[in-house]
């Protein structure tokens, strides 16, 4: 991974001195600075970060992309950014039962924090409705629970902003600005949001002792005839601490919602849901896709106790005919400490990631 | 500059001549994977779908069936080996995991063909590959570390009232705490003939994973099954029986 970010640097340098005489970006020829992704050391365990060829990362484009987030220019009546549901403080989701858009309604389920989002290769939001973070920016921007903007008239003002048309040109090396650049921008800016810098993390590197509790907590989550959770949320050797995959992982016997059978049609994906990362619960709350869930107690009782049947359910949910894996009062304090442990204030607290 | 072209081009046919003469044409091998229930395809479309009756008569259905195998090896009569020195993991939801990027080319001529199932203790190294770690395909530390060598969920008694889930999981058996046993398997997979190039499709008979030698019965051996010695080694001693080829 050292290479690779090396290997960023020295192309980063190259182009830079390659481009000096053509700085200009109304002149032909004209490249932004691409943009160096630091990556914690413990994400030399999974492939490299997948960056769409057609979208490279540029200090521009990220620092344009970041503007973009945290300005409600983007909303129907100037009131409501990304950054109103995705809020720093929460690790980028927010602390709504259910996203509240500009008129005031609900949507149909909780926001989803913000972080890692380079490395899934499967689709975005909870159900997979958006294959790329590219089209998955558009659609908040036109959903009339959420931004309830027209792109065209979203255009139009950044086009007479003050600021934005220079910032797009810087980015993009055009004069007009067009709805799949402010995507880009954006995406771009995302892609950055890295979280990897949690206790467990450091742990994994050798840089501090965890306490009994958490260490007992991460053998429940390992061990098939306890907690059997890794199958879904990942391992020490896979930092994302999710799989991606869609999942029922028996919350209900029927359902309002029906997750991942909206996009596919197909009953037997009814009531599935793309499995969250557990990275950062300690600033997510709400729980699960329709926030039903106040506190990580509510969620490891779910686990323990809580599982219905219905014909979906994932076969790793083994114990479902007991209500779920039975762990004691302590077992559950142990676990909720070692997911507590992958919590990461230097995410939440990272100037880059700020207005 | 022409002159050295002119050389160049001796030295190439020259070289061309030398190799045609010593040796028979040579054939690119690739590999591909499929699945089958006694015969009858399994494909993507059958999962959580088609209900499927095992050896001691469960009715059960596929969730998810993900497997490992690893140096694809041609050995020829005169003692010859090609290895293949890679690894697949092949995911029945995922068409594009039924083709081994890599490939060999060998002398045309009879094979035996073999592969291991799972990582041999040189290769079942924990976390050891970027790819596998995130497939989250790695086997527990606490279990002998490495990577799961099959993953086959499912439920079963699809048919009563109550289904059941199974969660059959194999890799490294972990004979007591901190003592553990290698659990990988060589399987040779029989002998071809080689005249052209060829593409070897292994193919899995999901079913054999609950007949031979031992009769699966899941009522008993359902969940958790990767802390079982006995279910793991008894998964091993079936896995012998449940790859083949052909040739297309």
Request: glycine letters at 6%.
């Amino acid at each position: 991974m050292k290479k690779y970010v090396l290997s960023i640097a020295v192309l980063t340098v190259l182009l830079f001195v390659s481009c000096s005489d053509d700085s200009n970006p109304d002149e032909p020829g004209y490249e932004p600075i691409p943009y160096t992704l630091e990556l914690p050391p413990i994400f030399d365990r999974i492939n490299p970060p997948s960056i769409p060829s057609d979208n490279p990362l540029t200090e521009e484009g990220v620092a344009l992309g970041k503007k973009l987030f945290f300005d409600p220019i983007l909303s129907g009546d100037n009131t409501l950014a990304c950054a109103g549901c995705h809020k720093p403080a929460n690790a980028f989701t927010d602390d709504a039962t259910l996203s509240i858009g500009i008129d005031g309604e609900e949507g149909i389920r909780n926001s989803m924090p913000l972080f890692n989002l380079a490395w899934n290769t499967n689709d975005f939001f909870w159900d997979g409705a958006a294959n790329t973070l590219e089209k998955q920016v558009l659609e908040p921007v036109a959903n009339p629970v959420e931004m309830h903007e027209d792109w065209e008239n979203a255009v139009a003002e950044l086009s007479a902003h003050p600021q934005y048309p220079e910032m797009f040109s810087k980015a993009f090396g055009t004069s007009s600005i067009d709805r799949d650049q402010v995507a880009k921008a954006i995406a771009q800016f995302m892609r950055t949001m890295v979280s990897g810098n949690s206790r467990f993390d450091k742990y994994l590197l050798g840089e501090l002792e965890l306490t009994e509790s958490e260490l007992n907590g991460f053998d429940i989550f390992m061990d098939e005839d306890r907690g059997d959770c890794f199958h879904c949320h990942g391992n020490p050797f896979n930092p994302l601490w999710t799989d991606n995959q869609y999942h029922n992982n028996g919350l209900d016997e029927t359902f309002d919602d029906r997750g991942r059978g909206l996009v596919t049609g197909d009953p037997m994906d009814f009531g599935k849901f793309r499995s969250p990362s557990l990275r950062n619960l300690a600033y997510t709350a709400p729980y699960m896709h329709d926030g039903r869930f106040e506190t990580l107690d509510e969620v490891i009782d779910h686990y323990s106790e809580g599982l219905v049947y219905s014909e979906t359910i994932d076969p790793l949910m083994k114990a479902v005919a007991e209500g779920g894996v039975q762990l004691t009062t302590e077992q559950k304090e142990d676990l909720k400490a070692f997911l507590l442990s992958l919590s990461d204030p230097s995410f939440i607290n990272n100037p880059d990631f700020q207005n | 500059m022409k002159k050295v072209f002119l050389l160049l081009l001796f030295v190439a046919v020259l070289a061309s001549c030398k190799s045609d003469d010593d040796s028979t044409s040579s054939a690119l091998v690739q590999f591909q994977f499929s699945q089958n229930w006694d015969g009858t395809a399994v494909t993507a479309s059958d999962i959580d779908n088609t209900v499927y009756t095992n050896e001691n008569g469960e009715e059960l259905k596929i969730a998810r069936l993900r497997y490992l195998l690893s140096r694809f090896q041609l050995s020829s009569a005169d003692g010859s080996n090609t290895l293949l020195n890679t690894y697949q993991l092949i995911d029945l939801s995922d068409a594009s995991t039924m083709q081994s990027d890599s490939q060999v080319t060998v002398p045309e001529g009879t094979y035996t063909v073999s592969m291991i199932y799972g990582f041999n203790d040189e290769d079942n190294v924990d976390g050891a590959y970027a790819d596998l770690n995130a497939a989250s395909w790695n086997w527990p530390t606490m279990l002998g570390g490495g990577y799961h060598f099959l993953q086959f969920d499912g439920m079963y008694n699809v048919n009563s009232s109550e289904p059941k889930p199974f969660n059959f999981h194999n890799g490294t058996a972990r004979v007591s705490e901190g003592v553990f046993e290698s659990n990988f398997v060589e399987v040779d997979l029989g002998t071809i003939t080689i005249d052209g190039d060829t593409t070897i499709n292994i193919q899995m008979n999901i079913a054999e994973w609950f007949k031979n030698p031992n009769t699966w019965n899941l009522n008993e051996l359902d969940t958790p099954l990767m802390p079982n010695y006995e279910a793991q080694i008894m998964m091993h001693e079936n896995a012998q029986s449940v790859f083949s080829i052909s040739q297309n």
